[in-house]
């Protein structure tokens, strides 16, 4: 049955020793992992600060979305679930130095020093990959949750182990927990204030952590952070952003399948790509619909955090009208029957708006590099995937009739999975956002039996996220070591092929671990 929302306040998880704490924070198979972690994590930060006591731990982990991709900025349901592989920062609080230093356990990421006093106005330049900016993200978005928050001195070490440009959003994770561990800092040092960290909701981090991540140079809807944040075991997420912010655990109706996370190891980096790829598809997904809105006479859309009219506002408006999705989706063939694109006079020309409006309304903050805009093909893509994403919900809640009868599920699993495999193809021709090395690997992975498969986050690279029988995932795994990855990366070695290929569960999302 489906549960209730989640948006409580944010839980408090007490721990000491690490180790017999973990059974309050994680279940499942990846426990022994974890508890190795923490206590190698807890051991590094007592040598890098031998002198200062370890406050307390904040996590947020990565997701994996199981289906409705690029679909959250035009402000459709999404259905992502948290994974295992998490953020932790180790923070020690109270030291009198006015600092604050951020040391990370991987040594591609050097230690980075900031004085407290110049965080508030701190600029963050999108146009460095700088990875404390994560982190600063976490600081903009504190003050936008509290104004006048007195943030102490923090000594920090983190430990990610999400593999990044993967498509499971280790930066999402890394700002929630940035965000996480700034809030309970404060809060640390003014315990009697309850009027503020005490209220802060799921909710209010998930949403100052989208616009705070945005800092970074990306134009990212709200899915990642909803994830990495309300992220409930055993459940998927259906998170919805109209009329406002809201994630209802959903159950899985059978215990015979598994996911599993394929990762193609070609790093997609939207800092780089942004121009080509994401940002410029949040552009033609607002500005096809600021398009629909002014042909079809539908009158102001609502906007998505001041960028633009969304889709989901235009299906709002066409179903008070009485007008279906399938209407909709006619309605688009009709407005942009042009299947070559639009230039940007020609986009100017239909939207009544000069060249210069619309690149200073859409184009300025987060710049775009294109020829043509497909307004057509990516509007059918998100139209179509928004109602796959309904289906899939339904199915999901909906267990098969017969539950004995092997025959019955394995229908039932077959139907579910197709929905993901046209999801994929959608994702492919229409939004143009998979690459030649995720078709290979989604390819592969139905020719040795999973019942579908498709990319899993931004696309252009990362994974791909498969379902497939429970009973037979070590042996998918397997196949797909020999038939990709020793194939595409010769020598690879077995701790490699280990972090890029796993059978995933659905964890906990956000949590912070403090010591008595
Ligand atoms: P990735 O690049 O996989 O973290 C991005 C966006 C999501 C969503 C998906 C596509 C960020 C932080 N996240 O995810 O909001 O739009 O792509 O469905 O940019
Ligand atoms: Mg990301």
């Known amino acids: 049955s489906p549960a209730s929302e989640v948006d409580e306040v944010l839980e408090v998880v007490p721990y000491v020793p690490v180790i017999s704490s973990l059974s309050s924070v994680y279940s499942g198979s990846a426990l022994p992992f974890q508890e190795r972690r ?11 600060y031998p002198n200062e006591d370890l406050t307390f731990i904040a996590r947020s982990p990565g997701r994996v979305n199981l289906i409705g991709e690029h679909i959250d900025y035009s402000l459709f349901d999404v259905l992502p679930m948290a994974i295992t592989q998490d953020v932790l920062i180790a923070v020690h609080v109270g030291a009198t130095d006015g600092q604050l230093v951020l040391n990370n356990t991987d040594p591609q990421f050097p230690a980075r020093t900031f004085n407290i006093a110049d965080l508030k106005e701190i600029e963050i330049d999108a146009t460095v990959h700088e990875w404390s900016n994560y982190f600063l993200s976490g600081v903009k978005g504190a003050f936008s949750l509290l104004p006048s928050a007195k943030i102490p001195s923090m000594h920090c070490l983190i430990d990610g182990r999400i593999p990044t440009g993967s498509g499971l959003s280790s930066s999402s994770a890394f700002v929630c927990a940035s965000l996480l561990a700034i809030l309970t800092a404060v809060k640390a040092m003014a315990p009697s204030s309850t009027s503020f960290a005490n209220a802060v909701t799921k909710s209010d981090l998930v949403q100052s952590s989208v616009v705070s991540e945005r800092y970074v140079g990306v134009n990212s809807g709200g899915m990642d952070q909803s994830a990495s944040v309300f992220g409930v075991p055993g459940h998927a997420l259906q998170v919805q952003f109209y009329p406002q912010l809201k994630a209802t655990p959903v159950a899985f109706q059978s215990d015979g399948f598994a996911f599993v996370i394929a990762n193609t190891l070609v790093v997609a980096d939207k800092h780089v790509t942004g121009p080509i790829h994401y940002n410029l598809r949040v552009v033609e997904t607002a500005v096809a619909a600021e398009i629909l809105a002014k042909q079809c006479g539908l009158g102001p859309l609502p906007i998505r955090d001041g960028f633009g009219g969304t889709l989901r506002g235009v299906v709002e408006a066409f179903k008070a009208r009485g007008v279906d999705a399938t209407g909709v989706m006619n309605k688009v063939k009709e407005v942009f029957s042009k299947e070559e694109g639009y230039t940007l006079a020609e986009t100017a020309q239909l939207l009544g708006e000069s060249e210069l409006e619309i690149t200073k309304k859409y184009m300025t903050r987060f710049p775009v590099r294109f020829q043509r805009f497909q307004f057509r093909a990516r509007a059918l893509h998100v139209l179509e995937e928004a109602e796959r994403v309904k289906k899939f919900c339904e199915m999901l809640t909906h267990a098969p009739a017969d539950q004995d009868s092997e025959e019955a599920e394995e229908k039932y699993l077959r139907a579910l999975a197709s929905i993901m495999t046209a999801s994929h193809q959608s994702c492919r021709d229409l939004f143009q956002c998979s690459c030649e090395e995720l078709d290979e690997l989604v390819g592969l ?35 797909l070591k020999k038939e990709y990855y020793l194939k595409r990366y010769p020598g690879i070695s077995e701790d490699k092929m280990n972090d890029a290929i796993c059978i995933t569960e659905p964890a906990l999302g956000s949590a912070v671990i403090v010591g008595n």
Request: with cysteine.
């Open 38 to 48: 923490w206590a190698s994590l807890v051991a590094s930060f007592e040598h890098l």
């Open 445 to 479: 992975a139905v020719s040795n039996g999973a019942y579908g498969s498709r990319l899993t986050g931004a696309g252009w690279g990362g994974a791909t996220v498969s379902l497939v029988r429970k009973d037979k995932a070590t042996e998918f795994v397997k196949c």
